[in-house]
């Protein structure tokens, strides 16, 4: 296998773990650990997804993309919609049938809708390869830079706009605009990503290495603002501090990737990868389909440290044990073709 995608698919195997873990309680540990998670494990999937991306007709990103994004958004959150409400006891229920379904319709977050929780990451990324592919579009050689750095600045204010009114955007518009500044580095990047320790770039090392040090300054010293970083609740958190701290998280992880796909044999790099291969199917189901019965049920319902290592457990062979399903029979779902999915 090439060793740069081996790479890939063994960090998005970590990258979905941790997604899985920032779902769960862990005790009295629980705030800690979802706070420096949060810091950057969504950013990352919006960083790594820009390795893939390159400029294409609005016909065929649109075709891609509709198919590989918004059609698992409706098909699985309609789906979970009607088990969120078979599951759940009428008490439980926070808002309406009727508020509920108007705001998945229109992709927009709110606590309380588990039915569809983990989903708006599906719509967020469609916006930004959308918003991505209009930036790719603008050729002129003489103002291009300069058009591309306005439309940023400006976008990057309706983000803090959005966040400091508490505004939740249609589409998750607001998520897709915080979240460019990420997938853009990660496309002007990814080539000397995938060559970091042999890479010659001083100002590239020593801007990696200064992120990795300032997110290990920010998560002990500075606990105060990663409390606030909730992307799902629209909570960015201290915009400066946040975004180098989720870089420099996101290189760590990126360089321990690199270091497991050395090996490339062991059972780690080969049962990593193929969480990373996988890892949308199990961020589609993992919480609406298995986490959420499980707390419907009380299954393991005490909130200790033993408790989440066995529910993370579980959740993690229930979503394995649905991969090769979906991939058989539903492989329309999330957008691959039959002959792609055996």
Known sequence: MNIRLLYV????????????????????????????????HMPFWFFVSAFFFKGSTWYELLTKKVSRLVIPYFFYGLF?????????PPSHILTGLK???????????????????TLWFL??????????????????????????????????NVGMLSDYYDIILP????????????????????????????VNNRFFLMLTLSAIVFFFYYICIERRYISDVNIYACKFGVYPFNYISAFGGIMILLLLSQFISRYENSYMSKILSWLGKNSIIIFIVHQAFIIHPLNCC??????????GILRFSIVILISSCLVPVINKYLYWSIGLRKELSV
């Open 9 to 40: 698919d063994v960090a998005k195997g970590i990258g979905i773990l941790l997604v899985v873990v920032g779902h769960l309680s862990w005790g009295c540990h629980t705030r800690e650990v979802h706070s420096v998670i949060n810091i950057f």
């Open 80 to 88: 979970a919609f009607v088990l969120y409400y078979k599951i759940t």
């Open 99 to 117: 508020e509920q379904m108007v705001h998945f319709c229109i992709g927009m977050r709110s606590n309380g809708y588990m039915f569809s929780s």
């Open 123 to 156: 719509s967020s990324l469609f916006g930004v390869y959308v918003i991505s592919n209009l930036f790719t579009r603008i050729t002129d050689k003489k103002y291009a830079n300069t058009i591309k750095f306005l439309l940023i600045l400006t976008l990057f």
């Open 171 to 198: 589409l998750n518009l607001d998520v897709s605009i915080y979240m460019l500044p990420y997938f853009f580095l990660g496309y002007y990047s990814k080539d000397t990503v995938s060559k970091i320790p042999k």
């Open 298 to 307: 009380n299954i393991l319902a005490e909130n200790t440290m033993t408790n």
